[in-house]
């Protein structure tokens, strides 16, 4: 049974930071693909950044620039480092692996 569980989440300030963390278990991420994705209110879930097993890091338009995807195979663990937030970023963050979701992590961005 694969689990995915993500984690930091949270309130801040627009121009703030967060860094999420996705640690997998039931499968190692080391030879899989990565994503996160994120839902926000009253709209569908759209992609953000993906991982894959060679390196290659690939980031939707609109977090390039200020969103980076990690991750740490020893752990089992994806990150997702978000800078320059915005309140448009204010969303539910999931992690993925394939047909595998996490059940998400709440972002909000907000003076």
């Known amino acids: 049974q694969v689990q995915l569980v993500e984690s930091g989440g949270g309130l801040v300030q627009p121009g703030g930071s967060l860094r999420l963390s996705c640690t997998a278990s039931?499968?190692?991420?080391?030879?899989?693909?990565m994503g996160w994705y994120r839902q926000a209110p009253g709209k569908q879930r759209e992609w953000v950044a993906t991982s894959t097993s060679r390196g290659t890091r690939l980031y939707a338009d609109s977090v390039k620039g200020r969103f980076t995807i990690s991750r740490d195979n020893s752990k089992n663990t994806v990150f997702l480092q978000m800078n320059s937030l915005k309140s448009e970023d204010t969303a539910v963050y999931y992690c993925n692996s394939g047909d595998f979701w996490g059940k998400g992590t709440l972002v909000t961005v907000s003076s």
């Open positions: 039931g499968r190692s991420i080391a030879v899989y693909v």
